[in-house]
């Protein structure tokens, strides 16, 4: 099956900056998007950014222009640049897979365990 492994959560000061990572691996026959989803408490689960392969970037309209989702097909990790970094921006941010992990598997959702992002003076 499909393992994903974030890193790079913590604390930061408002307008301070962190970068998310996350890998994938196991077994993964194909992969149709990437992308960072968040929850904060009492909400419920957002999307943050998406990466279709070979697509382009779809943010939500409160993180754009601070945040930049790219991706390492060869690693078949997805990152998350973020800047100008906000107190509402905390949250616990999953790491989200779309794809197949073997060829004759339906495209399926695949997520990590989650790491927090705290931003706060």
């Known amino acids: 099956q499909v393992q994903l492994v974030e890193s790079g959560g913590g604390l930061v000061q408002p307008g301070g900056s962190l970068r998310l990572s996350c890998a994938a691996s196991?077994?993964?026959?194909?992969?149709?998007?990437m992308g960072w989803y968040r929850q904060a408490p009492g909400k419920q689960r957002e999307l943050v950014a998406s990466m279709p392969t070979g697509g382009v970037p779809n943010y939500a309209d409160s993180v754009k222009g601070r945040f930049t989702i790219s991706r390492d097909n060869a690693k078949n990790t997805v990152y998350l640049q973020m800047s100008s970094l906000k107190p509402e921006d905390t949250a616990v941010y999953y790491c989200?897979?779309?794809?197949?992990?073997?060829?004759?598997?339906?495209?399926?959702?695949?997520w990590g365990q989650g790491t927090q992002v705290t931003v706060s003076s």
């Open positions: 196991g077994t993964i026959f194909s992969i149709n998007a």
């Open positions: 989200n897979l779309f794809g197949r992990a073997r060829y004759i598997d339906p495209r399926s959702e695949y």
